[in-house]
């Protein structure tokens, strides 16, 4: 209860704080204050940050569009991060070699370069 009881007071005092700053910070000291050009800070010396880790099943299912472009996730059965890129409808893996994987419920954008190759 006590630990739950911290944890609401810091985050009811990052939300002023961002309010005021434009800025939110997560750290584990309480003297920490966000960098006033990043919109989240996160400041640590002994941990990492955990993004959504999905399985392709559970990726497959969300409704995407191009306001999630960017959208971040951990691939648990590609060990992999991926990415969604709106341009090409499709999940890009940031694993060196890894294909394009086309989103599913998505119409795939097909667009015409003007290559030039140089031998």
Sequence with gaps: MKKNLISIICFISGFVYSQQSGS????K???????????????SKEAGVLFPRLTTAQRNTIVLS????????????????EYYQAMSSAWKQMCAGSPVIPAQHSKLVQQNKNTKTTL
């Design 24 to 27: 939110v910070g997560i750290s």
């Design 66 to 81: 191009t306001q999630e472009d960017g959208l971040l996730i951990y691939n648990t059965d590609v060990k992999c991060f």
């Design 29 to 43: 000291k309480l003297a920490f204050t966000p960098d006033a050009k990043a919109i989240l800070d996160v400041e």
